[in-house]
Structure formats: structure tokens, C-alpha cells
């Protein structure tokens, strides 16, 4: 078999186990479309709240004041959605490597043709096209809801692209990492959260130019694209170690 | 991997006149030092007196940074080549390094209040810093996760080295960025462009504070290997 | 000697001073009572040891 179609069966066969394990795409989209549904129902008066909250404390420089609570949520919706993802991106892919490990697949990677990089790639790849590929898609919906512009969701959706990219490959490594370890829960959280950050903040950052009506910030935009590949480099690589460390036992 | 460490006698017997030197010295040049930063140091031209805090501060952050690096090095040592007491090391030196760091955190936003006017800010130079933390944090977390040493020494070299992008990170965010946070004085291109009342305490304080470090780390080294050695005793006096 | 004083400034230089010699304070003495702890136990442990290895040797005699 040579390399290329056994890249693509595993390809498929992650899609396949992503797509069985959470009922399809049904559970992702609900998650980030529901997700952002949720929030201005709950936030409209709370996000005003908490904003209020931080103004007297004095801490927070950024919110002018005279800001309506819709014009914070506006402010506030890019980071929102950067969240749901970084969330998405935690849960499905330590499912995904837990399950390897628990039915020996690992073992058979391992012996198989492709090297462990490769494999931890690709599953990456699968799991990112099932869970946030889709999200992306529908970008404009969630956006909606947390008061984006439709025209605002689709000029993001490089950044969201990129960034969304960037978790699930940091998001890899954690996952690998904690395969091994029983009900792993928040300790995911804890070990990639440093990683995400660089993402987050050129993301961010290059969103964020969107809400004053000018266009993306290219700047940031490089800068995410340059953390991105850097995630695509590392990533993989140490996901492989950590999985090979796991089979081992 | 116990019964390699059934006898590390040379690093027993050298780090037991090492880490009591190590902490003497140490915490006599805090000491002194302390009273250097207070009682003898000028106040700063812009700052005021708030400019004293940098002589904890800023060891504080070299060895938080520091310590990060020996903890990667330590476990790049065991990967590669195994060596039981590289892990040793690791283990020792992630709640100190931590500790520094929290300490640099906590002095940086005390000394930021009066002297700038805000306890925080989410520069280049903070916000890798507390990135820097939560390294520290989620390696301590994955360690106690693991179900063997073993285990546990090859995940956290992994987690650790690919942590090591934060440090240059840190190092050049004030460079990088447009940061509150000012830019390098000490260890930078030119040599240092700090005067010697400042330097003077400066330098002093963070050879005390590294010595206190490496006090720290052997003593908890030790204890490491004592509490692995009755370990591997026990378990052969059950199993027979 | 007198404390000195920084004026506006003293709380915050007596917080951050006093915390980190705290927070040393707590480590070293944690790390000392660690050590403490490991060696008493080891010792524990080889004293039973050879506890064993010499009743072993009174059954064998």
C-alpha cells in the first residue's frame, strides 16, 4: 500500500470515528452555533455587569465608557468565538487519541507504513475537517447571533481558519500527552493553554480592525499564519513522541 | 529505573556539603543584599523609591526563566541519554521555578501599581511571563497525572521542550512589542546601561537568590532520591 | 537603624519584600522537612532491612 493511500485511509478513518462519536457533525455545529446562541441570552445584562463590575475596580482600560452592552458584545464576539473553538478543539481530539490508544490502534501505527508524525497529522487534520471546518463554514450563523455582520463573519474567516488550525495542533500534543492518563478532564486545558495563546492574541488581533469597518490587520494576519505553520511543525512531532510514549505504557 | 538510582553516592556525598554552602552563602547575600536595596541604594530619579522592588523582581525573573531552561535541559538529558538524576532534577526544579515565577508576577504588579498606574497589563512581556507560569503549572500537572515514573519523566520532557519557544519569547517581547514593560537594561547588546548603584545590589541579590535556588533544588533533590531509594527497599523486602 | 521610609511608596515595598521572603520562607521550610522526612524513612526502611537479613540468618543457623 503505498504511503499516500494509507495516509488517506487513515484520513477517512478518523473522519469516520469523529463523525460516529459525537453523531455526526449534529454535535460540533450545535456546540459552537448553540454556544453562541447562548451567550447573548445570557450576557446581554451580565456582560453590561461585569463590564460595570470592572470599571470601578479600575483594572480594565480597554471599555470607554458610554458603551452599550451590544456594542461590547460586538467587541467581545470575535474572542467569544475564538473560545468555542479552542473548546471544541480540547474535547473531540482527546477522544480521538484516548480511543486509540484503548483498542491498540496505537500499536498498529506504529508498525505500520506511515511514520508517527504523519499519523498524528493526519488525525489532527480529520478531526479539525469534522469539527471546526464545518463551524467555519457556517460562520456567518453563530456570528449572528453575537452581533458580527455577515460580511464581518466571512472577511474573519481567514483568521478563524488559521487560528482554528492552530489549536487543534497544539490541541494534538495535549491530547496526546494526557492518552494515557485516566479521566485527563482539565489537565488538557492546563498543559496547552500556554500554546494557544500566540494564536489567540495575532487572531484577535487581526479581527479586530473588523469592528472600526476597516479590513483585516495583514500584520497580525502573518503573524498568525507564521504561529500557525509553527503549530503544523511542532505539533505533530511532539504528539508523536507523547504517543509513542503512551503505547509503550 | 530505581535500581539505577540504588547508588548515586557521588552526587549524595558532593551535594552534602554543596547544599548547605549553597544555602549559607546564599541567604547571607539575600540578607545583606536586602539591606543594600533599602537602606543604601538612592531612590530612582523617575520612579521614586517604588524602584527597589526591581532588586527582587528582576532575579526573580531571571531565575524563573533560568530555571525553566535547566528544567528542559535536565529533561532533554533524560531522553536522550537516561540518566536517573536528570529527572531527578527535572522534578526538583518545576515547583521552584514556579514559585520564582509567581514571585516575579506578584513583585512586577506591586511595583507596577504606584509607579504606573496598573496592576496588569496584557503586553508582550507580562503575558508571556504568565504563559511562562502556566508552563510551570501544567507541567507539574502532567507529572502527578502519570501512572509511573517512567511515564511521567518522558511526558514532561516532551511538555518541556516544546515550552522552550516561550523563552526567546520572553526575552524579546520588550524588543518585539511596544510594551509597558521597559526594555532590556542588563543583559543586552553594549553591556549594561544600568549605573552601578543600581547594578551593584542588583547583581548581588540575584547571585544570592540563584545560590538560594540551587540550595533548594539539591535539597529537594536529595530528598527525592532518599524517598525513591526506600522505594526500591521496600518493595524488595515485601517481594522478598 | 531605622526603617526607612519611602513614603507613598513603603506599603508597596514592604508587601512586595514581604512576600517574597514569605513565600521563600514557606519553601524552605517545606523542602527541609521533606528532606527531613525522606531520610527518617530511609533509615526506617534499611533498619528493617537488615532486621530481616539477620533473622533470615538465625533460621538458617
Not at chain 2, 556539603?17 to 536595596?37: D, E, H, K, R
Request: glycine content about 10%.
Amino acid at each position: 500500500m503505498s504511503l499516500l493511500t494509507a495516509a488517506g485511509a487513515l484520513y477517512l478513518r478518523t473522519v469516520r470515528e469523529t463523525w460516529a462519536g459525537g453523531t455526526g457533525m449534529l454535535l460540533p455545529l450545535t456546540y459552537i452555533v448553540g454556544g453562541a446562541a447562548l451567550i447573548p441570552l445570557v450576557a446581554g445584562d451580565a456582560i453590561g455587569g461585569v463590564a460595570e463590575l470592572f470599571r470601578r475596580a479600575g483594572a480594565l482600560s480597554a471599555a470607554p465608557e458610554g458603551i452599550s452592552n451590544s456594542d461590547l458584545l460586538g467587541l467581545i464576539a470575535p474572542g467569544l468565538l475564538w473560545f468555542l473553538i479552542a473548546l471544541a478543539s480540547l474535547v473531540t481530539l482527546e477522544r480521538i487519541f484516548q480511543s486509540d490508544l484503548e483498542d491498540g490502534a496505537l500499536d498498529d501505527y506504529r508498525l505500520g507504513p506511515l511514520p508517527m508524525e504523519i499519523v498524528a497529522f493526519i488525525k489532527v487534520i480529520a478531526v479539525w475537517s469534522l469539527v471546526a471546518l464545518p463551524a467555519l463554514v457556517m460562520l456567518p450563523l453563530p456570528g449572528l447571533f453575537l452581533g458580527l455582520s455577515p460580511l464581518d463573519s466571512l472577511m474573519s474567516l481567514p483568521a478563524f481558519l488559521l487560528g482554528s488550525l492552530a489549536f487543534f495542533f497544539w490541541g494534538g500534543v495535549g491530547a496526546a500527552l494526557s492518552a494515557s492518563v485516566r479521566r485527563s478532564g482539565l489537565l488538557i486545558a492546563v498543559i496547552v493553554l500556554p500554546f494557544y495563546a500566540p494564536a489567540v492574541i495575532f487572531g484577535a488581533g487581526a479581527v479586530a480592525p473588523l469592528a472600526s469597518g476597516s479590513g483585516l490587520d495583514t500584520t497580525a494576519l502573518m503573524f498568525l499564519a507564521a504561529a500557525t505553520l509553527m503549530s503544523a511543525a511542532i505539533g505533530p512531532v511532539a504528539a508523536a513522541q507523547a504517543l509513542k510514549l503512551s503505547a509503550e505504557g | 529505573m530505581l535500581s539505577r538510582l540504588a547508588n548515586p553516592h557521588r552526587f549524595m556525598r558532593t551535594s552534602s556539603w554543596l547544599m548547605p554552602t549553597l544555602g549559607i552563602v546564599g541567604l547571607l547575600m539575600i540578607a545583606s543584599g536586602t539591606y543594600w536595596a533599602l537602606w543604601q541604594a538612592p531612590a530612582e530619579k523617575y520612579q521614586g523609591d517604588s524602584a527597589r522592588i526591581m532588586f527582587i523582581h528582576v532575579p526573580a525573573a531571571w531565575l524563573s526563566m533560568g530555571g525553566y531552561i535547566a528544567m528542559a535541559a535536565a529533561g532533554f538529558t533524560w531522553l536522550v541519554w537516561r540518566h536517573a538524576l536528570a529527572d531527578v532534577a527535572a522534578r526538583a526544579i518545576a515547583p521552584l521555578g514556579a514559585a520564582f515565577t509567581a514571585i516575579c508576577l506578584a513583585t512586577g504588579s506591586i511595583w507596577g501599581k504606584p509607579t504606573w498606574g496598573t496592576w496588569w497589563e496584557w503586553d508582550g512581556r507580562m503575558t508571556s511571563v504568565l504563559f511562562l507560569f502556566l508552563l510551570y503549572v501544567g507541567y507539574i500537572a502532567l507529572r502527578s497525572a502519570m501512572d509511573s515514573r517512567e511515564s511521567a519523566a518522558k511526558a514532561s520532557a516532551i511538555l518541556a521542550l516544546v515550552g522552550t519557544v516561550n523563552i526567546p519569547v520572553i526575552r524579546f517581547s520588550v524588543d518585539w512589542w511596544n510594551t509597558l514593560h521597559q526594555p532590556a537594561s542588563v543583559i543586552r547588546e553594549g553591556g549594561p546601561s544600568m549605573e552601578w548603584d543600581f547594578l551593584g545590589p542588583l547583581l548581588w541579590n540575584a547571585v544570592g537568590f540563584s545560590l538560594l535556588f540551587g540550595f533548594l533544588v539539591l535539597l529537594a533533590m536529595r530528598a527525592d532520591v532518599r524517598e525513591r531509594q526506600a522505594e526500591a527497599l521496600r518493595l524488595k523486602l515485601v517481594t522478598g | 537603624m531605622a526603617v526607612p521610609d519611602f513614603g507613598d511608596h513603603t506599603p508597596y515595598i514592604w508587601a512586595a519584600f514581604g512576600l517574597t521572603f514569605l513565600v521563600l520562607l514557606i519553601l524552605t521550610i517545606a523542602s527541609v522537612l521533606r528532606a527531613h522526612a525522606a531520610k527518617s524513612r530511609l533509615d526506617q526502611v534499611r533498619e528493617a532491612v537488615e532486621d530481616a537479613r539477620a533473622r533470615k540468618g538465625d533460621a538458617s543457623a
